[in-house]
């Protein structure tokens, strides 16, 4: 990953949870030198204290990149520390739901360059995606060094604009959430049919990651692979015609759920 900019200015992490280690992990594979790294974590893991990165040791005088990985509610307390940065040449990134662009011009100075992101938990494997969108200050070459970022624990895409961060959240954020529940109800009704409890539970959980990975890998659409599993008159069809019910299926449950997530993001952002 080539980040000149980051060599020569360093780089902020405010915070180092899950997704924080996650893209920290994936800086370090990508061969960003852990000494050019500035943590800032009240709660270290061993693992993040034998990084090699400066940890709670402040921070540089102009970093290129200053990441914002603290968790929403805890935002307003720990900006603070990062405000004297404001209004200068240090790119801020936010990964936190529900925080708009606005509040951070807000608390860090409207001439701030800010990239708001929403990435997802797949990360943690370097399997995530990143939707990303900026304010008016963020040059290209700034907004190209946000992709290269988050490019390294998965895959980015761009938004033309910042409202539509909030189904963002809902489709690939908390999207995650929805499989993980899937492979629950799945092995609870291969356990209903019969089946030892271990055994509908590794079946569903290597059924479910199998798929995604067959969905990654093949060139064909999701609708196609699908056709290419359900023989007519089989049990697949038989199943998919109570999943793909218009009224009780999949489709009018996801929208809803859907809807119900990008409704209280939205909420979040107010």
């Known amino acids: 990953m080539t980040l000149d900019r980051v060599a020569r200015d360093g780089l902020v992490l405010l915070g180092c949870g899950r997704m924080g280690t996650a893209l920290l992990t994936g800086w370090l594979a990508a061969g960003v030198p852990p000494d050019l790294v500035w943590v800032i974590e009240p709660a270290p893991?061993?693992?993040?204290?034998?990084?090699?990165?400066?940890?709670n040791q402040g921070v540089p005088k102009a970093p290129a990149v200053a990441l914002l990985a603290v968790k929403p509610q805890m935002m307003g307390a720990a900006l603070p520390a990062l405000q004297a940065l404001g209004n200068g040449t240090t790119?801020?990134?936010?990964?936190?739901?529900?925080?708009?662009?606005?509040?951070?011009?807000?608390?860090?100075?409207?001439?701030?360059?800010?990239?708001?992101?929403?990435?997802?938990?797949?990360?943690m494997v370097g399997r995530g995606i990143t939707a990303l969108c900026r304010n008016a200050h963020v040059s290209d070459s700034d907004y190209a060094l946000a992709r290269k970022l988050?490019?390294?624990?998965?895959?980015?895409?761009?938004?033309?604009?910042?409202?539509?961060?909030?189904?963002?959240?809902?489709?690939?954020?908390?999207?995650?959430?929805?499989?993980?529940?899937?492979?629950?109800?799945?092995?609870?009704?291969g356990e209903a049919e019969g089946l030892p409890a271990d055994v509908a539970m590794q079946l569903a959980r290597a059924t479910v990651c199998g798929a995604g990975e067959l969905a990654h890998q093949s060139p064909d659409t999701a609708a196609q692979l699908r056709v290419n599993v359900t023989s007519p008159g089989g049990t697949t069809a038989a199943a998919l015609s109570v999943l793909m019910d218009p009224v009780a299926g999949f489709p009018a449950l996801l929208k809803r759920a859907v809807k119900a997530a990008t409704d209280r993001g939205r909420e979040l952002g107010k």
Do not use: C
Request: hydrophobic content about 50%; proline content about 5%.
């Open 45 to 55: 893991t061993d693992w993040l204290k034998g990084s090699g990165v400066h940890l």
């Open 150 to 189: 988050m490019a390294a624990v998965g895959q980015v895409v761009d938004l033309s604009d910042e409202d539509q961060i909030d189904a963002v959240t809902a489709v690939s954020g908390s999207g995650p959430a929805y499989v993980f529940h899937l492979i629950e109800t799945m092995a609870a009704a």
């Open 91 to 123: 790119l801020f990134v936010s990964i936190a739901a529900g925080t708009r662009i606005s509040a951070f011009e807000q608390a860090l100075g409207s001439r701030t360059p800010i990239v708001r992101t929403m990435p997802n938990t797949p990360a």
